[in-house]
T-cell receptor, first 113, second 112 residues
Framework: ETGVTQSPTHLIKTRGQQVTLRCSSQ?????VSWYQQALGQGPQFIFQ???????GRGNFPPRFSGLQFPNYSSELNVNALELDDSALYLC????????????FGQGTRLTVV | QKEVEQDPGPLSVPEGAIVSLNCTYS??????FMWYRQYSRKGPELLMY????GNKEDGRFTAQVDKSSKYISLFIRDSQPSDSATYLC????????????FGSGTRLSIRP
């Protein structure tokens, strides 16, 4: 098991609602990345936070937003949920942007109905 | 066209067989190449990473990168039922912890 913890593990939301997912990074890691993994697909990069600043963003609309806190934990917020947002959301932490390994949490399974 | 192409399988082999998993990619600027293993209902776990071309061995696992062909492989020797999982190839431009581009994953099943 990695030291990356995500909460909640499962979540069901209704289309149009907003959701907040949380991630605690591994001790000593200052970089957190978020990924979306649809069923049967590989994870897709949403964005990365380094020392509380956004440091790169993938091809996701602005209703996907995030925060990183001084203790390097992070939140992913999704507004105006759509059915296609149903996926496994993964958080990965690493030591600096140029670190040699990203450690993934177990993910949050989001279902939008 | 996807940046990284990976055969989704499923691939089923008998215990003890040699498994070969492959990916092709289109962006010649990729420098770091990784293989992740993902068990059902878990996050991906890094198996191996390689910088640029060449081979890397770790126990029963061997990773190969051929940048001239834009082709990477993972070989598993003496496969075990516990190796049954989805294997994701992945690559990055700058470091193995920067924005990771994943393949779609190959589902592998090792039959006892």
């Amino acid at each position: 098991e990695t030291g990356v913890t995500q909460s909640p593990t499962h979540l069901i939301k209704t289309r149009g609602q907003q959701v907040t997912l949380r991630c605690s990074s591994q001790s000593g890691h200052n970089t957190v990345s978020w990924y979306q993994q649809a069923l049967g697909q590989g994870p897709q990069f949403i964005f990365q936070y380094y020392r509380e600043e956004e440091n790169g963003r993938g091809n996701f609309p602005p209703r996907f937003s995030g925060l990183q806190f001084p203790n390097y934990s992070s939140e992913l917020n999704v507004n105006a949920l759509e059915l296609d947002d149903s996926a496994l959301y993964l958080c990965a932490s690493s030591m600096d942007r140029g670190g040699t390994e990203a450690f993934f949490g177990q993910g949050t399974r989001l279902t939008v109905v | 066209q996807k940046e990284v192409e990976q055969d989704p399988g499923p691939l089923s082999v008998p215990e003890g067989a040699i498994v070969s998993l492959n990916c092709t990619y289109s962006n010649s600027a990729f420098q770091y190449f990784m293989w992740y293993r993902q068990y059902s209902r878990k996050g991906p776990e890094l198996l191996m990473y390689t910088y640029s071309s060449g081979n890397k061995e770790d126990g029963r696992f061997t990773a190969q990168v051929d940048k001239s062909s834009k082709y990477i492989s993972l070989f598993i020797r003496d496969s075990q039922p516990s190796d049954s999982a989805t294997y994701l190839c992945a690559m990055t431009l700058y470091s193995s912890a920067s924005k990771i581009i994943f393949g779609s994953g190959t589902r592998l099943s090792i039959r006892p």
